[in-house]
């Protein structure tokens, strides 16, 4: 019995070993090859995550407001909800998990952007594909939902190019994100139903 889990032990530490050592390079390889041209690109696709999270909720109100639509309230408070859900979890498991950003740990990986203090999971790819993921349910056409995955993968890459996150932390924070928005719309149709009764 001791030995078995001896043996659990020692896989699991030479698994988290090999992710580790695959993660870092992953992020090497992205980061100090980037294009450098790009670099300003990305910051602005980066920086592009907070006004898309607050105008495209405050548009989708007015657009209610004006047309005094339910559905369209509904959709509001859907996309709403997603993106509390998502900013929640990620906080949460940002304190709880406390992984260094990679330019801390790994000094030669080239810091191109403002980041915070903790790393996993990655805070922007998870409200841009909460968004993202929202919009494809509320709106489930193909010209919302291409543009909306486009934008939220090319966030996703900007935050390993300019050095920002791990490849994990991204991985993370687009399941975060996407996860979100299936939480949210099932707990919006529960809420909806008691409320109807």
Known sequence: MKRTILSYLLISFAFCA?????????LRNINHNRNRNL???FQFTSNSVLPMMIGVPACMAAI???????????KTIFVVGTIL?????????????K????????PDIEKETVAGSLSFPSG??????????AMSVAY?????????????STVAYSRMDLGAHYPSDVLAGAIIGSGSAYLSFKLNNWLYKKYRK
């Open 18 to 26: 090999f992710a580790q050592n695959a993660d870092i390079e992953l």
């Open 124 to 133: 922007h790819t998870s409200s841009a594909f909460s968004l993202a993921t």
């Open 64 to 74: 209610q407001l004006i047309t005094k639509d339910s559905l369209q309230k509904k």
């Open 99 to 106: 992984r260094p950003r990679p330019f801390v740990t790994y």
């Open 140 to 152: 489930p056409k193909w010209y919302v939902i291409a543009p909306a995955y486009i934008w939220a």
């Open 85 to 97: 859900i998502s900013g929640a979890i990620t906080t949460s498991i940002k304190y709880a998990v």
């Open 39 to 41: 670099d300003p690109f």
